[in-house]
């Protein structure tokens, strides 16, 4: 290894790099190729760590210059939709062409000095995970992240073979793309670092494509490093921000990652890592939705001019406060992450001493819009990370809780399942990193929510023939029992009819609810809200009727129909015997009920304790009664 790494100096000096002064390349088995300050030296603040000049450099802009023989045309490859590859994949096939050229490629000193391609493992990234390596990201976002990333791998890697086939005779086995897209994943550097250069002004038309930076690839990642890039015409360059002393590795700052992106990426995680973080993902409905209101909002917001009424759900989101309610920034399809902050009184804290999160920017405000409601697709302004923090609640907002509990809950249960299969200490490096990784997954997951149920009660007053129909209709009035046979649905459907019925003014004929007491102003309040909101009480063919007037809600409305019937004949005074309680009553009840409830984990105990509970959030207008 000491011969490769004097002859990748030697290289790298003649080619124009610059070790700081101070600086020197070193090796041990622990920490493999690194950089240090030397014995009896300081490196002061402001200092130059290291600088790489653009000759040196290996970036697809190499290729398309003339350094490869991979094909005549290979600008071609780049930007003819027909039969291309990506500008990525190109620099991954350019790679495996420079190894195969050995000590004829003028990058070969640096590539001698990365890891081996047939050593055993290369790298300690999740794609040379196998047997029990594999059991400690079992039920982990990590699994799905490492399989998506081989499919998609896999699948460039057969396309540049079918590009290449007729042009070049050169081998490129799977084993090796793989070595070389993991060499570029982990080591590479965005193509802004060659901005200031005549490669980059040249092909300024491409996707942006990394690039590998020899000798800044040596500095290992430290989250409290601090340093400053400067990206010159001719050369990249890292400088220390503070002084640093002689004998420890020298390290360069990746900026915030969690674990899993590290280990990802770099196949590696970190101890009580303040960035770690667990992935959300909303869904494809979800994300479908989002869209929808978006698009919908801003067709409300811009002129009556036909001519701007298209599809702008993938353009922009505008501000908060602008005429359509949405939330700042770019779409992100969905996908976001929660963290632990702290266990101080910042965040949101459901109990004095529970520890505080964040979200990744934008994920409450989509969530929040995908489960908007009929009545708050309309006007209702999304949720934000400060009123996540405040104590008012909305079904909107307890809706969007709930819901991202439960994604959190399922990833829980997801990795706890996995646990019976794993050995009971990891046996090498990469099972150490990924024990750290999941133990942190769990962390999160058991610590971010604790909620109460909020199943509200009927009035005292309506309790008797509510119960009496619930007997009749269920067979039980014991709310446990009806939410362990998922009746939870039918009891509110039937509640909403009664209270509605109550509701109605009374007759002169209408002698059974003459002596009965008003509803509580609360109730009453809300049971108008909803009369006047889903006005349009036949359901049929309407475009707040999200749930189609299906065969299924119809043979519901009759069943409903057929208890409440039964209830009267048992009691003729209740108020389930009104003229007004009819088929077409309930199915409306049912549509209301289903725009207006959500599902809320339980969140209590053990996560296998109960099942999710169906609740009814009470709103009138803006605020919660």
Known sequence: MCDKVDAFKAWFIKGGGEFGEHVEVHYDSQRNVHLRVAQGQTLKSGSCILSCPHALTLSVYNVLEGSSALCDDLHSLVTNDANSISSLSLLRFFLIEQYHLGIQSFWWPYINLLPDPYSEPPFNTPLYYNGDDLKWIRGTSLEHSRRKTEELWKDEHAQGLRVFRQTNSVNFPWEL??????VISSRSFPSSALESGDAFKKYGNLEAPPVLLPGLDLLNHNPTTRVTWQWTGNACCINTDLPLSAGPEIFNNYAPKSN????????????????DHCNLALGAMAVARIKHVANQRKLASVSTDRSESKDLSDKPMIANKSKNGMPPGPFRSGIGWVRLVSYSHAGFSLEPKAPSFMFSEGFLQQASIAFFNIREEQTAIPISDADVCSPTLTRNKLHTVCAIAMMLQKQCSDIIAGNSSLPVWPRNQRQFYAARYRRGQLRILRRIMRLEHI???????????????????????????????????????????????????ITDSDSKRRNRPSLPTRTEDWVAFVDTTY???????????????????????????????????KNPQSIYGHPEATTDRLLWCLRVIREESLVCPNLEGEVEDQADEIVLFLESGDAPL
């Open 260 to 275: 899993e992106e590290l280990i990802m990426g770099y196949g590696f995680s970190l101890f009580r890592n303040p960035s």
């Open 177 to 182: 793309y793989k070595w070389a897209a993991t």
């Open 455 to 505: 199943l509200k009660a009927a009035p005292k007053e309506f309790l008797q023939d509510f119960r009496a129909a619930i007997h009749v209709a269920l067979g039980t009035r014991d709310a446990k029992k009806i939410r362990q046979q998922n009746l939870t649905e039918s009891a509110f459907t039937l509640w909403l009819c009664g209270l509605w019925l109550w509701s109605l003014p």
């Open 535 to 569: 006005s349009d009480h036949s359901v049929i063919g309407k475009r707040w009727a999200r749930i189609p007037a299906s065969e299924e809600g119809q043979l519901l409305a009759e069943s409903h129909h057929s208890i409440v019937k039964a209830a009267a004949a």
